[in-house]
């Protein structure tokens, strides 16, 4: 015997909740995997035309990252496609908080504002996953988030973006991770 609300929930779903889950999750690696290569395409234009040919690599990287994202996805390798996107994710972003986004005074770090979004949409797409798995990508993402917002912390190499470029740098990565919250 169904109960009141499962009667009521069956006239607005036309799929299971899992199905659901699963065309949602579908449907966010397809617009992030996206999303991903956009950023990071404009990010190697303007790092080209910047003349910091030294770090375009990194995020030519992200465009290949959400290329293979998105052939994984449309394969219906939806597992595998999320846990590739999330890990790689985390370890670029935390790689570029670390050796190419070091604040200086003139310019903020700004890179680590993407452990806020990336801890989200991990939470989402985990959520079919362990309990434990889930709780500590997501809590791993906002303890990254708030080391790097709270320290200056970083290792200061030949790569360090240019202050011009990372000014410009820490408005769009501010303004991108604001919209995808």
Known sequence: ?????????????????????????????????????????????????????????????????????????????????????????????????????VPSTSAPRAEHHYFLLLAFYGYLLLKNEHKWLRSVFFLSCLAAFVVFSSTHFGFATQYVVIDDVRVFGSWGNSLIASIYR
């Open 1 to 101: 015997m169904k109960n009141p609300f499962q009667r009521v929930s069956g006239y607005f779903s036309l799929t299971p909740l899992d199905d659901m889950h699963r065309h949602r999750v579908k449907i966010a690696l397809e617009i992030g995997s996206l999303a991903l290569m956009g950023i990071g395409a404009v990010w190697v234009v303007f790092l080209i035309y910047s003349g910091a040919w030294s770090i375009a690599w990194v995020d030519g990287l992200l465009v290949v990252l959400g290329a293979v994202t998105l052939v994984l996805t449309r394969k219906s390798r939806i597992r595998s496609a999320a846990f590739l996107l999330l890990s790689s994710l985390f370890t670029m972003i935390l790689g570029m908080s670390l050796f190419l986004d």
